[in-house]
């Protein structure tokens, strides 16, 4: 019987769908986070007979056919790279990027690696670093004895020195961009890296055309809409009981189909 | 075999070409621009010899499938604010290059690959008037107008990219479903431009499952074969009944 099957194929993608959405939820005060959404399709049909398969010798089509559907599948689980809130911390080396672009972290191994997240900090030797001291690039280093810090919306990073009054550049943030910023591979820590869907990283200044501002002392919040996930959260939950029901409908003919041989 | 189990049979069979139906409903209850389907049953007419006490030829009904309907009615509509998330209202369909050739669909999901071309989940491009449609990153706040009109913001300045296909066919119940969300026509059906459907940016359609009308002809289905499976039963005990009676030796 068909129909257990493509019950189960329901219950495996509304699985899918409440895990999303629970990882959703779970990274709602995460800096930077891009919501995600699964998106699903339905599998191959079986033509027993094809729409507008010819009836009689005089013309007479039949018109609906029978197409058997075999149950649905998960085509996709995709970020949303909507615009997250900004929301003020007043910490000089919180950054947000207001509009498309993101930052350029050198990772461990000295590949490249990009982030939303502008949660960035000071290393032991004054160079601006992730929350995992990991680099951001191009390097940018605050001279010691540094009183107060500025970056300005495009990204120029200046720097007022004690004994000094006139502020100094010391370093320019820079924004990359990529074709499909949604294809971009997520490796945890805040961090994507660059595939063949992405495209290839082009970089610019902060301000450009096509590139978003810089806001100091801001973080981007993730794009979570929390009345959104918990409405979606409760239609997948439904979603999965309705195909539980047909399981055990299904089970319940096939004990009848059982039974008739019996007694 | 007698009749009477031959007929509970076809409607055994009926029901569970039913369930099956029902089932791929309730599974694809969140797939984008899905269409529900209902299984559609007709009745087979045999004629059998008369019995004993019976005049004229009689006849005995048999369950038979006719053909399995889509339901084409209007999907609910889901705001998603995605950009590139778009969503049909009316009559129409939109084009996908596939490597088979073009294919038809409504699920408007669509994102950008690589080169910038707008694509499908299945990384299949959707065609506008001058085939793929390509936005760069230089285009900024892409706007679809409601006739499927592409714009974008360049360097500061409104500029047209270009115009979706949205096409329509005659008799859409011959095109053929052929899974990921895809409708492959017919070589009768020919494509014509969509007059009667509008472009919503920002929203998919989702499936026209309704659970209450589903779960309500899960119920019913059930119950028809379980009824059947009873009077399978019953006829089964009679014949059991008739063998043993009649095989009675008389003393």
Do not use: C, W
């Not at chain 1, 999303?20 to 800096?31: F, K, P």
């Amino acid at each position: 019987m068909r129909a257990l099957s493509i019950a189960a194929t329901g219950m495996q993608a509304q699985q899918t769908n409440v895990e999303v959405i629970a990882n959703n939820l779970a990274n709602m005060n995460t800096t930077g986070y891009k919501a995600q959404r699964a998106e699903f399709q339905d599998l191959l049909y079986q033509n027993v007979l094809a729409p507008g398969a010819q009836t009689s010798d005089q013309g007479t089509y039949a018109p609906n056919g029978i197409q058997l559907g075999a149950g649905v599948k998960t085509a996709a689980v995709y970020r949303i790279t909507t615009q997250g809130d900004l929301s003020s911390t007043g910490n000089p080396y919180d950054v947000a990027v207001q509009g498309p672009g993101y930052f350029r972290i050198q990772q461990a191994d000295g590949t490249d690696a990009y982030t939303r997240a502008g949660n960035f900090g000071l290393s032991p030797q004054g160079q601006l670093v992730t929350q995992d001291g990991l680099l951001v690039q191009p390097g940018i280093a605050i001279p010691q004895n540094t009183i107060t810090v500025t970056i300005n919306a495009q990204g120029q990073v200046n720097a007022t020195v004690a004994g000094n009054n006139t502020p100094q550049t010391v370093g320019q943030l820079e924004l990359t961009r990529f074709p499909n910023e949604a294809g971009l591979n997520a490796i945890g820590s805040n961090l994507y890296l660059e595939t063949q869907a992405s495209g290839p990283p082009q970089a610019g200044v902060p301000g450009a055309i096509g590139y978003g501002t810089i806001q100091q002392g801001f973080l981007e919040t993730a794009n979570v809409n929390s009345v959104d996930e918990i409405t979606a959260l409760i239609s997948a939950q439904r979603a999965y009981e309705m195909n539980s029901k047909v399981v055990s409908a299904a089970d319940q003919m096939l004990q009848d189909t059982t039974r008739l041989g019996g007694s | 075999m007698d009749n009477s189990l031959l007929v509970s049979l076809s409607q055994q069979l009926a029901s569970f070409r039913a369930m099956d139906v029902i089932a791929n409903n309730i599974a694809n209850v969140g797939t984008p621009g899905f269409k529900r389907e209902a299984a559609k049953f007709e009745e087979y007419v045999a004629h059998v010899r008369p019995s004993e006490d019976q005049k004229g030829i009689q006849t005995v009904s048999f369950v038979k499938d006719a053909g399995i309907q889509r339901d084409l009615s209007q999907g609910s509509m889901e705001h998603t604010g995605a950009t590139f998330d778009l969503a049909i209202n009316g009559k129409g369909y939109f084009a996908i290059q596939t490597p088979q050739g073009v294919r038809y669909t409504r699920d408007g999901h669509f994102s950008l690959d690589a080169d910038g071309n707008m694509v499908t989940s299945g990384g299949q491009p959707l065609l506008g008037d001058g085939g793929p449609i390509a936005i760069t990153p230089d285009d900024a706040d892409v706007q679809f107008g409601l006739d499927g009109t592409i714009s974008a913001t360049v360097n500061g300045l409104g500029t047209q990219l270009g115009k979706l296909r949205v096409v329509d066919f005659s008799n859409e119940r011959l095109l053929v479903k052929q899974g990921a969300n895809l409708y492959t026509a017919p070589p009768s059906q020919t494509p014509v431009t969509a007059v009667d459907a509008t472009v919503q940016q920002g929203m998919l359609e989702g499936s026209n499952v309704s659970p209450v009308i589903e779960i309500s002809h899960m119920v019913e289905v059930m119950r028809a074969y379980e009824a059947t499976a009873s009077l399978s039963a019953s006829q089964e005990e009679l014949l059991r009944n008739a063998v043993d009676k009649l095989g009675q030796m008389p003393n």
